[in-house]
């Protein structure tokens, strides 16, 4: 047998991120979009470097009670994503994804969410602090170093260090990478 990798051959085949995407890890991801969906999903987050989450009605809940109702602000925020194998579907434990923590909330939010027809629980999601975005001088040097250039280079191109480049500077680098010089 060869080295290949046949991770994705037990991949689902799926339009929307999945409990098994998150079974063993949580993942910190950033709303990129909010849709409307299907009858049976009626919100698709569209989320970046993932196939969209496709929150259940308590994880809508909760997004909704912490973000508002109105789809368009919750893009740019940030959540942190997991999977529970303990959630039921027809009374059968399949594993679904829920929300540990959420960006922009000044404090934990709990919530009373139904659990079955007569139950409710608490269920409490924590602040997250968004991550930083990286500065021009950081995404600079992540460039260069894709295209086998230093910062010493760049710095010399263009006379000053990348911290304290203009946006003109940052172009004048694009231009020079993709010049070839």
């Known amino acids: 047998m060869t080295e290949e990798n046949l991770r994705d051959t037990i991949e689902p085949r799926s339009d929307q991120l999945n409990f098994d995407d998150v079974q063993k890890t949580s993942i910190i991801v950033q709303v990129t979009g909010v849709k409307r969906g299907s009858a049976e999903q009626p919100v698709e987050v569209e989320i970046a470097g993932f196939r969209p989450y496709k929150p259940c009605k ?35 434990e399949v594993g679904g994804i829920r929300i540990s923590h959420l960006s922009h ?21 924590q602040p997250l602090e968004a991550p930083k975005e990286a500065s021009r001088a950081d995404k600079c040097r992540k460039y260069l170093a894709e295209h086998g250039k230093t910062q010493a280079e760049a710095e010399a191109h263009i006379g000053k260090e990348l911290d304290k480049a203009t946006a003109a500077d940052f172009k004048t680098i694009a231009k020079w990478v993709e010049e070839g010089e």
């Open 58 to 92: 308590s994880m809508r809940r909760v997004l909704i009670a912490a973000w508002g109702d109105k789809g368009k602000d919750w893009i740019g925020k940030w959540m942190k994503l997991y999977g529970d194998p303990s959630v039921k579907f027809g009374g059968v």
């Open 105 to 125: 909330i000044d404090g934990p939010l709990s919530l009373k969410l139904t659990t079955t027809r007569s139950k409710r629980a608490d269920y409490t999601v």
